[in-house]
């Protein structure tokens, strides 16, 4: 039984002549290791041997598995084709040999240009496959140098990592391009005559789940970085001031403070007392406070301005809860609420003349807290005994001490009752037994007087009430109570505050040992209106643009209007035991303020 004859057979027998074959190998696709990197290198050895076609030679020889020569000459014949053997010695890295017996017509030109085609391919695979292992390296490199640069911020960190996110995207789209060809390929769509065995390698899976594990290194780095950046202190520089603090805000250093220049011109001087019209440094305070160990909270608070330099606070404060708080030390008692609002947050300049009668500092402990989510305040404390208007020094005039108490009322607090959401209402008092000493009299701030007398000022810092030591020296002696009721109301951009005020004074005339007991009052309304729209306020107004003139930002702007009226009592002191007592008679005196210039004598 014969057997079917090849397609090269059946050429030879078209054309006439016998054909002359001979055996072949298939292609090989060997993987080649070369370097020191690891990276890998594809080579393609190409082997055709012995392949013979028929062109219309003539028989050779009848010998089965004899070879056709290429010497026309001996066979008497012309040559229909030439021999070629090519070897390249090892160690170059590429081992190529050939041996190809090349027809006289064209389809053995054809097949020669699918072979250049498929190799030109490979080479254009492999230099595919060398930049994506460079790109890995590339991406080792990067690691490496991330985890040296770990310590910058979190933001950059997430920028970082939004690029690198978008670039692996990209990469993973370059390894899909590139699994496509590489499957195109494998399955001999380029080159279907030739029967390509793949050899193991480098998949594009390989190199996904390497990527894969870089990114989880840069995501641990990144983690890393984060928790130790939860540990660094933390700076900010802001509206409210330089502020430092640990990682877990346990300790926290605030500096801030405040200035204010006055300029302050008199009108209808008293010929009493006439004021001085010119530039007053009123205050130049730098303010340092912070909190230690999260629960206690601190405050150091000197004053630069006026004519000597001294403490107005220093105090600790241990916040237990929001409802139970201890502080202890230098700060404002509990009496007044306008002497409690912050100078920095006053609508006006100076305040009214219902603070004259209470302490401006009080040097003690009090117990406070807010309960009823705000709806309730309470404060009670003791303190070393204080005149009306001084600053607390460090040494009591008596054995005795000053109790003050504070309760504080806003009753419709997050109620949903916008029109009374605003509403406040409350009473401070104290109350304290003196014995002989004129440090229980008010303050000496504003005496052209040497030694200065105490006594009372108005807006302007002009003492309008003093005692006069003309026939003895008047001191403070007995009960000293006050009472401060209030009732505030804020709505929108409007603000109101009505505030009364009653201190009873017990005095002695260590000369004649006359005694009187002075009841001083004063109330004030005032009211105020936020023209740029912001809520009213009497913590500080909030603007809702910084003031920035150059671009357009004009701050917040206020209206504010204030109405007060003070009454002194004075006691003259006559030749009987009982003194006669009658209140001063009021006079209308520089910033629209009540008061005088009388002054207490005695005869």
Known sequence: ???????????????????????????????????????GRW????ALSSVALLAGCKKSSDSAGADVQPNAAQSG????????????????????????????????????????????????QVELIQKLLGRIEQLEKKETDHAVSAQSTQQALKEQDKAHEEQVQKFLGRIKELEGKVGSLQAGR??????????????????????????????????????????????????????????????????????????????????RSQGNDGFFLRRARPIIEGTVFRDFDFQFVPDFGGTTVQIFDANLNYRYRPELQLKAGKFKGPVGFENLQSDSTLPFNERSLVSNFSPSRNLGVQLWGDVLDGRLGYALGVFNGSGDGRVANNNDFSDDKEFAGRISLQPFKNSGLKALEGLGFGVGASYSQISSNAGGLPST????????????????????????????????????????????????????LGEYAISHQGVLNNSTQRRGELDHTAWQVSAQWVLTGEPASFTGITPKRSLDPLNGGWGAWQLVGRFGHSTLMIVRFKASRIPTVRPAEPHLGPWASTGGSTRMSAC
């Open 77 to 124: 014949d012309k040559a229909v084709g030439q021999s070629a053997n090519a070897f390249v010695q090892p160690g170059s890295g590429l081992s190529l040999q050939t041996n190809v017996t090349l027809p006289a017509f064209d389809a053995a030109a054809q097949i020669a240009a699918l072979t250049n085609q498929f190799a030109a391919t490979q080479q254009a």
């Open 43 to 46: 080579l393609a050895v190409l």
């Open 1 to 39: 039984m014969k057997e079917p004859k090849t397609e090269l057979q059946r050429i030879g027998s078209a054309s006439g002549r016998k054909p002359v074959s001979r055996g072949g190998t298939p292609v090989r696709l060997l993987r080649h290791a070369a370097g020191g990197n690891g990276a």
């Open 445 to 496: 701030t504003g005496s052209t007087l040497n030694p200065p007398l105490p006594g009372y000022l108005t807006s302007g810092q002009q003492q309008f009430f003093a005692y006069n030591p003309s026939v003895g020296t008047v001191v403070a002696n007995g009960a000293h109570w006050r009472v401060f009721p209030y009732l505030t109301y804020l709505q929108g951009p409007f603000g109101f």
């Open 190 to 271: 380029v080159l279907p005559e030739i029967a390509v065995a793949a050899e193991d390698g480098p998949t594009a899976h390989d190199l996904e789940q390497k990527i894969r594990i870089l990114e989880r290194k840069n995501e641990l780095a990144a983690e890393a970085a984060e928790a130790k950046a939860k540990e660094a202190p933390k700076l900010s520089i802001g509206a409210n001031g330089f502020a430092l603090s640990s990682a877990d805000t346990n300790f926290v250093l605030r500096l801030k403070g405040v200035v204010q220049l006055d300029s302050r011109t008199f009108f209808d001087d008293n010929p």
